[in-house]
DNA sequence: ACCTATTTTTAGACTTATCTAAATATATTT
DNA sequence: AAATATATTTAGATAAGTCTAAAAATAGGT
């Protein structure tokens, strides 16, 4: 059907389209893809011309139906054999990244969907993003609080929840956005407060503000 | 370390030269291969800079030590991939082999571990035939008597035990040969008879018969 | 609205793995 | 041992995916 590079950069776009809600631009493409410009610009056409993406000159780059689809069983096939070496393999959750890469690009449905079956049709990979069903649906609510979060999981801040100028400028002040990646380190039983990482930095917050903040999730 | 088609022509190589005996000839590889002599000649070349392969223009090409176990480790993961299939997945055995030839190529010596360990070291594929340990050696005797086959395994006819003229004028008349591949497909418990496949044909022989020939396996 | 900086695209080249067609080497037959 | 047939290699071409360097388009600042 398509080839490795042809996924992974169906894969890289669905990413991004989420992480900025916004069409993807060449620049980003091609830093997500670890590659050139001029790499990305070529692929691009070529993905077009076989109507997984909506491209316009100077103008990015966006999924089409069948991209989307597409990418979200690329998606669902590396989560599950995420799944499947931590459950199943002992394999840490740290170490079955690289491995899932190559796993993903296995052609067949029905190795997807016994292997599914055989992992007892999980909801989440190991580091808590949400394992599309065959048909491409999340089943995991996709908008949430911050705090309905648990330990290790993320996403991505997509809105608040309490709009007054007091909460907006203390999200300034500890350089908290849209758009930006947010992951749970700990968090605290006793009062709700939790350890995030945000943009590299640590910051530690109560059960207030994670309590008024919108997090997208996958 | 070594791409897919790399790894294909080693495998190739590794089953040609244990059916014949011998080094592979360039139209013998481009058979089994389904490609075209000129290609071959062109990947011997960059398996012989690779120093996979021992090779001299004209005389054919062989694994070198390297070449060998690089081969046997790929067949290793394919047959516990197949395993893996049918005993976990609910494959039928004559479903997985596609799959397998896809499976055979993740680069992971913990994840093929894992999975040999998950699958209790097992030392036969789905199709009967010896699944390597991971020093490469395959722990299944290797030469027996085609009378202690079972059911769906094969081999090759590698020799006789009795060479009686009586005998060997039997086999030819039955187009039994060395090098033949020989399958069983059926074996009747009562007189130990048998129905076997040879070059395509169907033949039945009796206890006798294949008490007396020698078949290598794997 | 213009100039500059940034982003994006184009042009041409390289690598891997393949092909066809032609050339060369080996094997077989008489 | 020469002639013929077969096997193998070489030469040149193609497609996928990448690169560098240059050109073109867009965006930003005054």
Redesign the interface.
């Known amino acids: 059907m398509f080839s490795f590079s042809e996924e992974n950069y169906l894969k890289a776009i669905f990413h991004l389209e989420r992480k900025y809600q916004a069409g993807v631009s060449t620049n980003a493409l091609a830093e997500e893809m670890d590659t050139k410009a001029s790499s990305v610009t070529d692929m691009i056409k070529k993905l077009s011309e076989k109507e997984l993406v909506i491209y316009k000159k100077y103008q990015g780059v966006k999924l089409s139906e069948l991209g989307d689809k597409t990418a979200i069983q690329v998606i669902r096939k590396h989560r599950l054999w995420e799944y499947f ?1 931590v459950e ?4 840490n959750w740290d ?1 079955v990244h ?2 899932a890469e ?2 993903e690009h ?3 449905e ?2 997807t969907h ?2 599914d079956k ?1 992992l007892g049709f999980p909801k989440r990979d190991p580091h808590g993003d949400p394992i599309p069903d065959a048909e491409g649906n999340f089943s995991v609510a996709n908008k949430m609080l911050l705090s309905e979060l648990g330990k290790a999981e993320k996403g991505i801040c997509v809105g608040v929840k309490d709009s007054s100028s007091e909460f907006l400028r203390f999200l300034d002040k500890n350089n908290i956005a849209l758009g930006k990646d947010i992951k749970v380190l700990e968090k605290e039983a006793f009062d709700g407060s939790m350890l995030i990482l945000i943009e590299e930095r640590e910051l530690r917050i109560s059960q207030l503000i994670s309590n008024n903040l919108y997090i997208k999730i996958q």
Do not use: P, R
């Open positions: 070496l199943k393999l002992n394999f170490e690289d491995i190559q796993l296995i052609k067949s029905k190795l016994e292997l055989f």
